[in-house]
């Protein structure tokens, strides 16, 4: 919590951003912004923060966002990009394992930093 969620480490391994080459990661995938000319374009998030999409990112090494770039978002990518029909062949054939991480990925990089602000904080148990 203090490390990644509080701090600036690595969202995947929690390295310090002095320990590492950061490159850091963006919350909506670049290619989605680049897609639909989003990089210029604002975001409200749930705390009422307003961002650019292309400056929503997250603390993230060089090293685990070159893998989840390769081992999620590149498959997702090229499968999306060629549209239903290729969405629908790799679900039948593989599964909706990939999608599932992908969105999980996407679910947990929107929410982790936002639910500490001061303006949403979080439910005491
Ligand atoms: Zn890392």
Redesign the pocket.
Known sequence: MKDIVEGS???????SPDS?VFNDEHVLPNWILKKYELHDKYITLTNQTKLKYGSYVIP??????TDMGRMIEEPIRNILLKGYDEVVKHIEKNGIMLFYVWMALIFTKTHLKVTLTPKNPPAKS
């Open positions: 480490c690595c969202f995947v391994c929690g390295a590492k993230c090494c060089k090293d685990c966002n």
